[in-house]
């Protein structure tokens, strides 16, 4: 078939407030390609097969950050050392950290599409604009029954965590929300109130760095055991509300910026203006490492993390390493 397949979550917050959000993309789409909703992990999996089946050039998905994981996830199992098509994303979520970094169009997940269409069109006398990133490897070292390897552009635990459960406490879902709950967190951090309590309770563990299969990766070495506010990664810069703290995420191929915060909440709030301006946290706050592969170990045995957006734990020891490299069509 080839064309652009699309992929929606009717179960996300914005697809609930908005259930004719399917049909106007298929009015949109026509028939340069076909319109699916993904109600459930198996059915995403057989639009996947399908999808690879039918040889799509793009696959475009509307959704925010936790629907652009999934779904990721689940084509990039799917479609395995096969070439992955093209992907864009059309916002259709309440967050959009992925694609505001990479630069996609601000627009409704329609109006996107129809420019997407309009280049795909012209792709004869000019290929799609897009941007390389790698996503990362997600999942427990030793995985029980249920649990599975996950594939993002973000990781962390302690308080990255804790800011969305916080976040989604509040059920409002939306980036005023989050600001909103940004601002709490930051007035509660200096008065030592119970949100901060709760939001940033310490991370305990270590992390090990494991030498990958690159000819210059040598990464080795490892973060002791201790109290972290967090140890975090990412392969893009941007973590939400425009701020960066992995600027360090295209330092070398094949590689993801990850930090071992240690810092107090207090002083880790002081540091919000440079991790805003994309600049490093000053000595003595956090580890710093670029990276290929880590083994995160909790000293309780849990590991509690967030990938994209979504909230997940892990029994055992959590493996974060470089994954695939994902084309992210820019529509301008």
């Known amino acids: 078939m080839s064309g ?3 992929v929606v979550n009717p179960k996300s917050r914005r697809n609930l407030r908005d259930p004719r959000a399917a049909s106007r993309l298929a009015r949109t789409l026509g028939d340069s390609g076909v319109v699916r909703e993904a109600r459930s992990i198996e059915e995403l999996y057989r639009i996947a097969e399908d999808f690879r089946r039918d040889a799509i050039d793009v696959l475009a998905i509307s959704g925010g950050d936790g629907t652009n994981h999934v779904t990721l996830t689940g084509f990039i199992d799917v479609y395995g050392r096969a070439t992955m098509p093209q992907v864009a994303l059309l916002r259709g979520g309440t967050m959009n950290t992925v694609a505001n970094s990479v630069g996609v169009l601000k627009d409704r997940p329609e109006g996107i599409l129809g420019r997407l269409l309009r280049d795909y069109a012209q792709r004869a006398s000019g290929p799609l604009e897009n ?49 909103k709950t940004l601002a709490r967190a930051i007035g509660s951090a200096f008065v030592g109130g119970e949100m901060i309590r709760r939001m940033a309770r310490p991370f305990r563990g270590s992390v090990a760095f494991v030498a990958g299969d690159a000819p210059d990766d040598r990464d080795g070495g490892a973060w002791a055991e201790r109290d972290y506010l967090a140890v975090a990664a990412g392969t893009i810069a941007n973590i939400g509300l425009n701020f960066r703290p992995f600027h360090r995420y295209a330092e070398k191929p094949g590689r993801f910026h990850m930090l071992g915060i ?14 805003h301006r994309e600049e490093p946290m000053r000595a003595g706050k956090t580890y710093d490492s670029v990276s290929s592969r880590a083994v995160v170990r909790s000293a309780d045995g849990l590991v509690r993390y967030m990938i994209d957006g979504d909230l997940h734990e892990a029994r055992g020891e959590l493996e974060v390493a470089i994954g695939p490299r994902v084309k992210l069509v820019i529509v301008r």
């Open 4 to 6: 652009i397949g699309v």
């Open 131 to 179: 941007v390389e990133r790698h996503v990362m490897r997600i999942g427990p070292c030793d995985p029980r029954p249920g649990e599975r390897t996950h594939y993002g552009f973000l990781f962390g635990t302690g308080v990255v965590a804790g800011f969305l459960a916080e976040y989604y406490r509040g059920g409002e879902g939306t980036p005023l929300a989050a600001a």
């Open 262 to 275: 240690h810092a107090s909440p207090v002083a880790f709030v002081k540091e919000l203006p440079r991790i």
